[in-house]
C-alpha cells in the first residue's frame, strides 16, 4: 500500500538544494508500489524524482511526485570474461560503481562521483573521461505510465547520443525507468585512461599499470578538486553541454583564439568546451547573490545557500547569452530545467 504525503519540501531531494514544495508525494520501493500509484483514480499526470541530480527546480511542483526509491544489485549471468548485472532504479549511481570496483567488474570506473540514481541514468546517457553510460548498456526495463505494462529497452532501441536517449524525445514522459542491466568485464579490462587528466594523475601517483580502482581513484581525486560536493554546496553538476560545432566555424575561432581547447568529434565536427567559453566570459568563480558559477570549474553553476531555483536559471540564460554574443556559439543546458 502506497503512503500520499503532502506539501513536502523537496530540498533534500535536490541537488541543487532549491526549496520548493510538492503537493504530494508518494515514495516508491518496488515494482508493485509503482503500478498501484499509477492507478490511483485521483491523479492522471505525475512528476518523477529520481536522484534529483540533473535538475533544476524553478516552482512549486502541483502533481504528484513519485520518489524512486528501489534498491537491489544482482548478477543475473556471467561468462568467462563479462558479467550481465540488474541494478533497480533507486539505487545511488556512485555507490553502485564503488560496488563494481569492489567485485572487479570493469567498464564503469570512468562514472566515478557522478551524482544521481541508476534509474535516470540511461535517459541522460551520462558520461565523463571519455566514457559514456551506453558503453556498458545491455537494457533497462520500464513501465508505461499509461498502461502500466512493462516494456524493455535494448542499446539499440534507447537510440543513445550525446547527453541523450529515446528518453529524452519520442518516449520522453512516457515511462518510468525500473532496473538497467549492464555488461561488464570480469577480467581482461579495457581501460581508458587517455581523457582529460586521468592519465596524469595516474603517474603523479607512480602508476603505471592501473587496474579498475586505480583508475576510480584518479577520477575521483580529479572530480573532488575540480567540482563541489552537492551536500556542501548545491550543484547539478555540469550545468551545460560541450557544444559540438562544424569544423569551418571552429577553424575561425581557432584564428582568433589560438590555444582553444578542443576534441574533434568527426571530420567535420569539433567540440569545444562549454567551461572555457564560459571562463573566458568572465563567469568564473563569480556571485550573483546566492546564486553563482563554481571558482574551479566554470561549467558549474552553484547555489551558496538560498538560492531559488529562478535566479539560477537568469544566470544561465545571462552565461548564455554572453557566451553567443562574443563566440557566436549556442552552448544548451544539460541540466533539465522544471
Not at 532549491?18 to 490511483?40: R, W
Not at 545491455?138 to 534507447?158: P, R, V
Not at 587528466?197 to 603505471?208: D, T, V
Not at 599499470?209 to 553538476?237: W, Y
Amino acid at each position: 500500500m502506497v503512503s500520499i504525503q503532502h506539501n513536502v519540501s523537496l530540498k533534500e531531494f535536490n541537488t541543487f538544494g532549491i526549496d520548493v514544495k510538492a503537493s504530494h508525494f508518494i515514495s516508491i520501493e518496488n515494482k508493485a508500489q509503482l503500478i498501484e500509484a499509477l492507478q490511483l483514480p485521483q491523479f492522471s499526470k505525475y512528476f518523477i524524482l529520481g536522484g534529483g541530480s540533473n535538475m533544476l527546480l524553478t516552482r512549486n511542483l502541483e502533481l504528484p511526485v513519485l520518489h524512486i526509491n528501489s534498491k537491489g544489485k544482482k548478477v543475473i549471468e556471467t561468462t568467462e570474461t563479462d558479467v550481465l548485472v540488474e541494478i533497480q532504479a533507486g539505487e545511488n549511481w556512485h555507490e553502485f560503481v564503488l560496488w563494481c570496483i569492489e567485485n572487479n567488474y570493469g567498464g564503469v570506473e570512468n562514472l566515478s562521483l557522478i551524482p544521481g540514481n541508476v534509474g535516470t541514468s540511461p535517459i541522460q546517457n551520462i558520461g565523463a573521461y571519455g566514457v559514456e553510460l551506453k558503453d556498458t548498456f545491455h537494457s533497462c526495463t520500464a513501465i508505461d505510465i499509461e498502461t502500466q505494462e512493462e516494456k524493455t529497452f535494448t542499446l539499440s532501441d534507447c537510440k543513445f547520443g550525446y547527453r541523450n536517449s529515446i528518453f529524452k524525445n519520442e518516449a520522453k514522459g512516457k515511462y518510468i525507468i525500473t532496473a538497467v542491466v549492464f555488461k561488464l568485464t570480469s577480467k581482461n579490462h579495457k581501460l581508458n585512461t587517455s581523457y582529460g587528466a586521468i592519465q596524469q594523475e595516474l603517474e603523479s601517483n607512480n602508476i603505471s599499470n592501473p587496474t579498475i580502482k586505480d583508475v576510480s581513484d584518479a577520477v575521483i581525486a580529479i572530480r573532488q578538486r575540480k567540482l563541489p560536493d552537492p551536500k556542501e554546496i548545491g550543484n547539478s553538476g555540469s550545468f551545460f553541454k560541450n557544444p559540438v560545432i562544424p569544423k569551418a566555424e571552429f577553424d575561425i575561432l581557432q584564428q582568433k583564439h589560438e590555444n582553444v581547447p578542443h576534441y574533434v568529434v568527426s571530420d567535420t565536427e569539433i567540440k569545444v568546451p562549454a567551461g572555457w567559453l564560459i571562463e573566458q566570459c568572465g563567469f568564473k568563480g563569480k556571485r550573483f547573490g546566492d546564486a553563482g558559477v563554481h571558482k574551479n570549474q566554470a561549467l558549474v553553476l552553484v547555489n551558496y545557500d538560498n538560492a531559488s531555483g529562478e535566479q539560477i536559471l537568469a544566470l544561465a540564460k545571462k552565461i548564455q547569452a554572453t557566451v553567443l554574443e562574443k563566440f557566436v556559439i549556442t552552448i544548451e543546458a544539460e541540466v533539465n530545467v522544471i
